[in-house]
C-alpha cells in the first residue's frame, strides 16, 4: 500500500492546509494499487528488502512463471513475430506483461493508470478474431504497448501529475489519436505510465505516484518526463512503449534505463488528442516516440505508424511523406562532439563515446570532431520559447486543488510568480528569430562537413553525450542542452546504450575545471553513486531524416555489439 506520506515534499503542517490534493493524490495511488489483483501483490518482506539494482526481483519473486519469465524477457520484433506465427496467444503474453507491470509498479510507482482487466479482454477477442479469420489484426498483433500518461485512454484519467487532474476521466470518443493508431495496428494498451507535474522536469515524480527510480540503481532517477517508461520497460514490464520529447523526455529514460528511443522531427507521428503541457504553445513542439529494448522495435514502431498516414485523418500536422526505404553507402563518417563548452561528461560518459568511436573505425568507417557554432549557446532563449508561460500554466493547475510546488521546481516557481510579468509575443518572436538564425549556421556547418568526411559526403550522424552523467541522483538533474538543442532546432535523435558505470575505469581523475557549473558538479562526483547504471550516446541527423538515422544507428550499433 503506498501511503500519502510518500507523496507529498512539503513539511506535514503545510500540507495540512492544503487537504484537497492531499486527500485526492491519497485516493488516486489507492486507486491505481488497488487494481493490482491481490495473487500479483508482493511480500512485504520482499518490498522492504531490496538492494539498490531491483531489476532481478520479477524473475525471482515467484510470481512469474517461467514461460511467462521467457515472454517478458523477449523483444517486442521477436514477441510480434511470434504472436502472429501463434507461437504465444495475445492473452497469455498479456497476462504475463500485466503480472511484470504491477510488480515493477510495487517497487517503482511507475504506473498511472492500470486497467489490466479490459487489456485481457482485449487481447482475448484479438486471439479469437485470429482463429476465425488466420489474419493478423495489423503489424502490432496482440502486443502489450505501454503508453505515457498523456496519452488519453478511454476509461483512465491523463493527469500528467497534477492531483487537479487525478480523477478526470476520457470520456468515449475523446481517446488520443496515437491511442486510436496504437489499437489500430492490433496493439493491446493495458497501462499508462508516470511523469513529473507537468511533464516538465529531467526526473519523474509528483505527489500521486511518489518519485520513480532507476531500477538499475535506486539511488539514481529513472528520467524524465517519460520516466514511468523508462522505469517499466528497465523492469521488463513492457516490450514496447510510446513515450513524448519536448527537451529530451523521450532521451533522457533512455539513456538513464539502458533502452533505445527515436525522438523524431516534428510532423513524422500524431500527437494531436493528446494532452499537452502548455496547450496552443507552438514554438517548441512535443512529439511523440517509442522506447524498448532493441533498435528493431523502433523501426517496427515507426514504419507501422507512419504506414497507417496519419497526415490524412489523424493529425492536421503531420507531414505526407511516407516510410523510406534506405541503402546506405557501404563507409560511413560520423561526426563527435565531445562536450559543449560547459559542462563536460563525467567518466563513463566519455568513456561510452570512445567505446563508439573505435567499434565505428574498427568496422571501417570514419569518424571527425565537429563543433557547433556558439556551441549550444541557443539553449539561453528556451525560457522565451516556452518556459516562461508555461511555468504560468503549471501554476493554475497546482492552485486548482491547492497543491504545493514539488521538489526541484524552484526556477518554474520563481519566474511564474503572480507579479513576474507574463512573457511577451514580441520575445517569443525574437526568441523564435534567434533559433532559426542558429539553425541556420548548424545547417551550414552540417554542409561543411562534407569536407573533412573523406567519403565526399557529409557526415552521416553526429554522436553526442546524451547527459553529463550516465544518470542522475535523485532531485539533481539539470543541464541538459545535450538534448534539448535539438528540439530546438527539429533535428531527429536516437539513443544506443553502450555499457555501464565501472567502478575502476570512471573513477574521477584529477582536473582542472572550466567554470562553476563544473566546480558544483565535480566536486561531489563519487564513481560508487553511479554503481551499474547504464550509459548511452545520442545519434543526431538533420530535421525529417527518421529513416536514414534509424538505418544508420543500426550500423552503429551492430559494430558496438561486434566488439562487446
Request: aromatic share 8%; proline share 6%; charged share 20%.
Given at each position: 500500500?503506498?501511503r ?21 493524490a491519497?485516493a ?10 491481490q495473487?500479483w ?8 528488502n ?39 496467444t ?13 510488480i515493477?509498479?510495487q ?5 498511472s493508470?492500470?486497467?489490466?482487466d ?40 491523463a ?22 493508431i496504437m ?10 505510465t ?69 525522438k523524431p522531427?516534428?510532423g ?19 512529439v ?8 528493431a ?73 565537429v ?10 532563449y ?5 518556459l ?19 521538489r ?32 541556420h ?5 552540417w ?8 567519403t565526399?559526403?557529409?557526415?552521416d ?8 552523467w ?5 532531485y ?57 547504471a ?19 544507428t ?11
Amino acid at each position: 500500500m503506498v501511503r500519502v506520506e510518500d507523496h507529498i515534499s512539503v513539511p506535514r503542517s503545510d500540507a495540512a492546509n492544503n487537504l484537497n490534493w492531499a486527500l485526492i493524490a491519497h485516493a488516486k495511488a489507492d486507486q491505481v494499487h488497488n487494481r493490482i489483483p491481490q495473487g500479483w501483490i508482493l511480500d512485504e518482506e520482499i518490498l522492504a528488502n531490496q538492494a539498490n539494482d531491483i531489476t532481478h526481483v520479477p524473475d525471482t519473486c515467484g510470481l512469474l512463471s517461467k514461460r511467462e519469465i521467457i515472454i517478458t524477457s523477449s523483444e517486442a520484433k521477436e514477441l510480434a513475430d511470434q504472436l502472429a506465427a501463434k507461437v504465444y496467444t495475445s492473452y497469455e503474453v498479456t497476462l504475463a506483461f500485466c503480472k511484470r507491470a504491477a510488480i515493477a509498479h510495487q517497487l517503482t510507482g511507475c504506473l498511472s493508470e492500470i486497467f489490466f482487466d479490459k487489456a485481457l479482454e482485449a487481447a482475448k477477442g484479438i486471439d479469437e478474431q485470429y482463429v476465425q479469420t488466420g489474419k493478423p489484426l495489423g503489424p502490432l498483433h496482440g502486443l502489450p504497448v505501454s503508453l505515457k500518461d498523456h496519452h488519453r485512454v478511454e476509461g483512465t484519467a491523463a493527469a500528467i501529475g497534477y492531483a487537479s487532474l487525478a480523477f478526470q476521466e476520457t470520456k468515449a470518443g475523446h481517446e488520443s489519436e496515437m491511442t486510436k493508431i496504437m489499437r489500430h495496428l492490433g496493439a493491446v494498451l493495458y497501462c499508462k505510465t508516470s511523469v513529473p507535474v507537468g511533464m516538465m522536469s529531467g526526473e519523474t515524480y509528483n505527489h500521486i505516484t511518489g518519485y520513480t527510480p532507476n531500477p538499475f540503481n535506486r539511488s539514481l532517477s529513472s528520467g524524465g518526463s517519460s520516466g514511468g517508461e523508462g522505469a517499466l520497460l528497465a523492469m521488463r514490464g513492457s516490450p514496447l512503449g510510446v513515450g513524448s520529447d519536448i527537451g529530451g523526455s523521450l532521451r533522457i529514460p533512455a539513456s538513464f534505463c539502458g533502452l533505445y528511443t527515436l525522438k523524431p522531427s516534428f510532423g513524422r507521428f500524431p500527437a494531436y488528442g493528446g494532452v499537452e503541457s502548455f496547450p496552443g504553445q507552438e514554438a517548441l513542439r512535443n512529439v511523440n516516440g517509442p522506447m524498448s529494448h532493441s533498435l528493431a522495435a523502433i523501426e517496427m514502431w515507426s514504419k507501422a505508424v507512419i504506414d497507417t498516414e496519419p497526415w490524412r485523418e489523424a493529425d492536421p500536422d503531420c507531414l505526407p511523406i511516407p516510410w523510406r526505404e534506405v541503402k546506405l553507402p557501404q563507409k560511413l563518417c560520423f561526426g563527435f562532439v565531445r562536450d559543449d563548452g560547459v559542462l563536460r561528461p563525467s567518466p563513463s560518459v566519455s568513456r561510452a563515446l570512445k567505446l563508439v568511436i573505435e567499434a565505428l573505425e574498427a568496422a571501417g568507417h570514419t569518424v571527425v570532431q565537429v563543433d557547433l557554432p556558439g556551441r549550444y549557446n541557443i539553449n539561453l532563449y528556451k525560457g522565451d520559447l516556452y518556459l516562461r508561460q508555461g511555468a504560468k500554466v503549471i501554476r493554475e493547475n497546482l492552485e486548482v486543488a491547492g497543491e504545493p510546488w514539488p521538489r526541484g521546481y524552484d526556477h518554474l516557481e520563481l519566474i511564474s510568480a503572480p507579479d513576474e510579468p507574463p512573457a511577451r509575443v514580441s520575445d517569443l518572436w525574437q526568441a523564435c528569430m534567434i533559433r532559426t538564425r542558429f539553425a541556420h549556421q548548424v545547417g551550414k556547418l552540417w554542409s561543411a562537413t562534407k569536407d573533412i568526411t573523406g567519403t565526399g559526403r557529409e557526415i552521416d550522424a553526429l554522436i553526442t553525450p546524451c547527459t553529463a552523467w550516465p544518470a542522475c541522483k535523485r532531485y539533481e538533474f539539470g543541464h541538459d542542452d545535450y538534448l534539448s538543442v535539438w528540439s530546438q532546432l527539429d533535428y531527429c535523435a536516437t539513443v544506443i546504450p553502450v555499457t555501464k558505470v565501472d567502478q575502476q575505469l570512471d573513477a574521477v581523475q584529477d582536473i582542472v575545471t572550466l567554470n562553476e557549473v563544473e566546480a558544483s558538479v565535480w566536486q561531489d562526483y563519487r564513481v560508487e553513486d553511479y554503481a551499474n547504471a547504464p550509459v548511452a550516446v545520442q545519434l543526431v541527423a538533420r530535421r525529417l531524416h527518421e529513416e536514414h538515422l534509424l538505418a544508420v544507428t543500426k550500423v552503429c550499433d551492430e559494430a558496438l555489439r561486434k566488439v562487446a
